[in-house]
């Protein structure tokens, strides 16, 4: 067997060979980010062997910029896996590289990685998988996005307007919205006349606010002690924004509907497990991909990085061992929103969560066993394709911190 590693980048990639014993077999090779470069690394392999099933190539996950090629290569035949990083730092540090760093060392640092067998095979999600994928991440980034819009707001309002957080109980319902669309400083609340205030209120609010909540208006804006440097600016910026999020939520509710077409198609399965919902479960799905490239539900605890790390040495063993985190990052973040439902809805696996509070657990560590069990009852409704079994255990769940 042949080994072939190629380093990833933006623009250019390049590949090198060694044989079973770590020999080069040829000199690094430089090729472009295109068809035209993929055709020149295609050929490059072919001259290694008569036959492309004697050749495994390598390249790491970096970014998304191995998309490309990796699907380029397996067309053709070859056999391509993609290494985590991590694995190939540490081969580094086996050949005593140090800070020795080059794109021409680099791929042979990977093709050496597949040479000692570190690495586990890969496989692209099919088509409806990828675009849940997708369509969760671009879910993530744009209410992301609204948030950060929000904080802006709330930055402007505690300096122009530092009484306006009490007047509403959501900032940012659609009557306040309305309202800071229109006369979001002290200055332009007074001087907007109480009637047409009223008719604003009250269209927003659907009837539920009027004149009281005008007066009340009038009020906080005649004795705020906001700042009134540059009050147009902040009017300006604040209707802006609120003009933003408006918008943006439009689009983040055509994604929910796709988001939930996909899950619906897909793995409405998981729905039926208790505090997973379409915002929860359709990342899960997307991240999980394939239930079947996972051997057990460890598996899947160590691809999200919840498992405990180890700190042991000798005689002397950690009594605080943190998550690893060295795993999916949307998953993790999805699983411990998925934990915190199990605790507000209540579900079976809050008594789970008491009974590790009940141990002494500190409340983030209880919420991370809550996940790593919940884990389990999402493979085992995932893999064995049969909706949630409250009776449902694993005993062999680990749960320890």
Known sequence: MLFA????????????????????????????????????CAA?????????????????????????????LTERGF???????????????????????????????????LRCGDFEPSKLADEKMMSL??????????????????????????????????????????????FLKRCPTPEECMGIDIRTLTNLLDKASHGKLGREKADELKAAAKGSCGITLASDTFSFQIKLLAKQIE?????????????????????????????????????IVAEIGDVKRFSNAPAIVKYAGINPSKNQSGTFEGEVNHITKQGSPYLRRALYLAAMAQLKCKTPLYDYYV????????????????????????????????????????????TTL
């Open 355 to 398: 009974k590790k509070r009940g141990e002494g657990k500190a409340h983030r560590e209880a919420l991370i066993a809550v996940a790593r069990k919940l884990i389990h009852v999402i493979y085992a409704v995932l893999s064995k394709q049969e909706p949630y079994d409250p009776t449902y255990t694993h005993p062999t769940a680990s």
């Open 247 to 283: 918008f943006i939520e439009d689009q983040l509710a055509e994604v929910d509907e796709k988001v939930k077409g996909l899950l619906d198609e897909i793995e409405p399965l998981i729905l039926t497990i208790p505090g997973i919902s379409y915002k929860l479960g359709a990342p």
């Open 133 to 178: 994928r997708q369509m969760t991440r671009l879910q993530q980034a744009i209410t992301e996005d609204i948030a950060d819009l929000k904080r802006q707001i709330i930055v402007a309002l505690d300096q122009v307007f530092p009484e306006y957080a009490r007047l509403f109980s959501d900032t940012f319902g659609e009557t306040s919205k309305a």
């Open 44 to 72: 490059y392999l072919d001259g290694l062997a008569d036959d492309g099933a004697e050749i495994m190539v390598g390249m790491e996950a970096t970014g998304h910029y191995w998309l490309a090629c990796f699907c380029f």
């Open 5 to 40: 590693g190629i380093d990833i980048a933006k623009y250019d990639h390049v590949i090198g060979a060694i044989d079973e014993r770590g020999h080069s077999l040829s000199k690094p090779m430089t090729f472009k980010n295109s068809t035209s470069g993929f055709e020149k």
């Open 79 to 113: 056999s391509v896996v993609v290494i985590n990083p991590m694995r190939t730092d540490a081969m580094r540090r086996f050949k005593n590289l140090g800070k020795v760093k080059t794109d021409a060392i680099d791929c042979v640092v990977i093709a050496d990685t």
